[in-house]
């Protein structure tokens, strides 16, 4: 069964640039933009951060931003803020449902 | 404004059945897709399943095939997931999630109903 893998911890200081990849992305949903991100601070509910590969909703910071290539979908939170510390997770439509990845939890450190 | 208001939490026994509810409210209920998601204690988010705008397509996750039915009623703009023979495995938050097309986006999540399976 098709997966996607993300890195289990991802860490930076206050200031720096990080990137999550999130590899396992088939071909149909990074040409069609079906991949997204999304941000889940301990105790709350899930939050879309990123869509279409690479749009973010009203609200979100700039500081967000991601990109697909080939199998890979990359999410960059940079001047990393002590509020972005946060499980992000990738997600794929894929035969018509969904996958999700195993989440990176974001230190800052 | 746009809410997701799921029903409270629910402690099962193994083996037992229970059905969670999602009500919608501030956007137009039959213009969107609703996906369940689940997170079991520690663990990553798991997609369970998707019904369509009309209530007559929904697809689910081969993991649940054969256990789980999701439903909706546009009388009451409500989304239900019913999920059947609970181990203890299933002890989880369960989110329902809106989309505006059945391969887009999760742009609005519910605040997830904890269902804890426990003899």
């Known amino acids: 069964q098709s997966a996607l893998t993300q890195p289990a911890s991802v860490s930076g200081s206050p200031g720096q640039s990080i990137t999550i990849p999130c590899t396992g992305i088939s071909s149909d949903a990074g040409r069609y933009n079906y991949v997204s991100w999304y941000q889940q601070h301990p105790g709350e509910a899930p939050k879309l951060l990123i869509y279409g590969v690479s749009d973010r909703p009203p609200g979100v910071s700039h500081r967000f931003s991601a990109s697909t290539s080939a199998t890979t979908a990359s999410l960059t939170i940079s001047d990393l803020q002590a509020e972005d510390e946060a499980d992000y997770y990738c997600?794929?439509?894929?035969?018509?449902?969904?996958?999700f990845g195993g989440g990176t939890k974001v230190t800052v450190i | 404004q746009v809410q997701l208001v799921q029903s409270g939490a629910e402690v099962r026994n193994p083996g037992a059945s229970v059905k969670l509810s999602c009500q919608a409210s501030g956007f137009t209920f039959t213009s969107y897709y609703f996906h369940w998601v689940r997170q079991a204690p520690g663990q990553a988010l798991e997609w369970m399943g998707i019904?369509?705008?009309?209530?007559?397509?929904?697809t689910y996750a081969p993991k649940f095939q054969g256990r789980v039915t999701i439903t909706r009623d546009r009388s009451t703009n409500t989304v239900y997931m019913e999920l059947r023979g609970l181990k203890s495995a299933d002890t989880a938050i369960y989110y329902c999630a809106r989309a505006w097309g059945a391969g887009s986006e999760l742009d609005f999540w519910g605040q997830g109903t904890l269902v804890t399976v426990s003899s």
């Open positions: 997600s794929s439509y894929i035969d018509g449902g969904r996958l």
């Open positions: 019904i369509n705008p009309w209530g007559d397509s929904i």
